[in-house]
Nanobody, 124 residues
Framework: QLQASGGGLVQAGGSLRLSCAAS????????VAWFRQAPGKEREFVAA????????SYADSVKGRFTISRDNAKNTVYLQMNSLKPEDTAGYYC???????????????????WGQGTLVTVSS
């Protein structure tokens, strides 16, 4: 089970840190990612990293502003979001897939486990 938290209301230019805690099982390999879904839009890839280290990837729209990180001891992944913009407003979801390969990581269909989402609202 994945539990996302940390969402809220913030002004443009502000920061938030999202957390995604895994319970019920320990993830030691594979890929963990954040997706987001704005009202009336498709769920889109935001960022991904590997549980056992290695590469991270970001959507162009968040590159340089968001940072994904993980704490394996806590079985938790974080998304630090800086310089937030109104267009970042969305429900944010964490997801895990068993494979660590990069191919397909931006596709939500390739993920095996999903959290319930946390809402981020950025006011202008």
């Amino acid at each position: 089970q994945l539990q996302a938290s940390g969402g809220g209301l913030v002004q443009a230019g502000g920061s938030l840190r999202l957390s995604c805690a895994a319970s019920g099982r320990t993830f030691s390999s594979g890929t963990v990612a954040w997706f987001r879904q704005a009202p009336g839009k498709e769920r889109e890839f935001v960022a991904a990293t590997r549980w056992n280290g290695g590469s991270t990837s970001y959507a162009d729209s968040v590159k340089g502003r968001f940072t994904i990180s993980r704490d394996n001891a806590k079985n938790t992944v974080y998304l630090q979001m800086n310089s937030l913009k109104p267009e970042d407003t969305a429900g944010y979801y964490c997801a895990v897939r068993r494979t660590a390969i990069i191919t397909g990581q931006v596709s939500r269909a390739t993920y095996d486990y999903w959290g319930q989402g946390t809402l981020v609202t950025v006011s202008s």
